[in-house]
């Protein structure tokens, strides 16, 4: 009897034990694979509590394990980012109100090279404690800019701009292309090192250019158009390709016209000025009687008796 009583109280005591365990315990987890980010993006560093501890006596923190830098800090039901490392300071941020449900990711901000390393999470309660690693892995830049509208006349020269900003090295970015999108024609292509200028379509052939070397080592591939065209009105696209990253920015030349010139012209009449403006052309005009300026204005207007214009022209 004495013995069978023992037996009931060592297994209540057991069961009280464990009871107490599945209360208490909590497990905290994260990823078990390394996050790969892009330098100057965002990312978020999973850590989830199994089941969500009670919010009393909470503490959570965000530490690098290389160097013991805090990086975010939950205490008494709020954050404190007064205690963070200052390098932190407004980057990385709880998703508070998942607080309560056992998420203690943290979103980090405009990722840094330096950021790259081991992070800790860990979650303390007065009867427990847990923690979890997680790497960030830093990865190649490429970024393409540069977009714009520009609008040019028949016969001048025009820039489009495109700019490459990465940490990959010139001799590493595989190709830089331009195409004429609407067409798909290629304009100018730099692969391998190397401006391939016979690639080019023959309607663009010594006609299109990258700027020097120099230029391109600071990542600059706007593309010189030279003697502009009607037909080359339309959208252009700046293309780099670096192993799996790839980025590109548009060129719209709008409507062309022709180039704009100067000439003297004497009209005897109002008529023969009138037959000048149904031309279509646009007019400014300097009224000339003799040597004589008499005043400066925009055609159609008046003029009475003979007088000199001299006037620069712009067809539409």
């Known amino acids: 009897m004495e013995t069978a009583l023992m037996w009931c109280f060592w297994w209540s005591s057991?069961?009280?034990?464990l009871s107490v365990v599945i209360c208490h315990g909590?497990?905290?987890?994260?990823?078990?694979?390394?996050?790969?980010?892009?330098?100057?993006?965002?990312?978020m560093l999973p850590c989830f509590?199994?089941?969500?501890?009670?919010?009393?006596?909470?503490?959570?923190?965000?530490?690098?394990?290389?160097s013991e830098t805090l990086v975010?800090?939950?205490q008494d039901r709020e954050s404190r980012p007064e205690s963070q490392n200052q390098r932190y300071h407004e980057r990385a941020h709880f998703?508070?109100?998942?607080?309560?449900?056992?998420?203690?990711?943290l979103f980090l901000t405009n990722v840094t090279r330096e950021d790259a390393g081991v992070y800790k999470c860990a979650v303390y309660t007065n009867l427990d404690s847990d923690e979890t690693l997680i790497e960030i892995k830093e990865t190649e830049r490429l970024i393409v800019s540069g977009?714009?509208?520009?609008?040019?006349?028949?016969?001048?020269?025009?820039?489009?701009?495109?700019?490459?900003?990465s940490n990959i090295p010139l001799e590493n970015i595989e190709e830089v292309t331009w195409k004429k999108m609407d067409e798909d024609i290629l304009v100018l292509l730099y692969q391998e090192n190397?401006?391939?200028?016979?690639?080019s379509h023959e309607r663009y052939r010594d006609r299109v250019e990258f700027f020097s070397a120099e230029e391109r080592r600071k990542g600059n591939f706007s593309l010189r158009l030279k003697s502009v065209r009607t037909e080359d009105k339309g959208l252009y696209i700046c293309l780099a390709f670096s192993g799996a990253l790839s980025d590109n920015t548009t060129v719209e030349v709008l409507q062309l016209g022709k180039s704009m010139f100067f000439m003297d012209k004497t009209c005897k009449n109002v008529a023969e000025l009138s037959e000048l403006i149904s031309q279509k052309w646009i007019i400014r005009a300097k009224i000339m009687w003799g040597a004589l300026p008499l005043r400066e204005q925009h055609w159609?207007?008046?003029?009475?008796?003979?007088?000199k214009l001299s006037l620069p022209c712009q067809s539409q």
């Not at 009670?54 to 290389?66: A, G, I, Q, S």
């Not at 159609?300 to 007088?307: E, K, Q």
């Open 26 to 43: 909590f497990h905290v987890h994260g990823p078990s694979d390394p996050l790969i980010v892009h330098l100057g993006g965002s990312v």
């Open 147 to 165: 977009g714009h509208v520009i609008s040019a006349y028949a016969g001048e020269d025009v820039t489009l701009n495109c700019f490459v900003d």
């Open 49 to 66: 509590v199994e089941p969500p501890p009670p919010m009393e006596e909470l503490e959570v923190e965000w530490k690098r394990t290389d």
């Open 72 to 74: 975010h800090l939950w």
């Open 95 to 105: 998703f508070t109100e998942e607080i309560a449900h056992g998420n203690f990711s």
């Open 194 to 199: 190397e401006v391939l200028t016979d690639s």
């Open 300 to 307: 159609p207007c008046s003029l009475g008796g003979r007088g």
């Open 14 to 17: 057991v069961l009280l034990l």
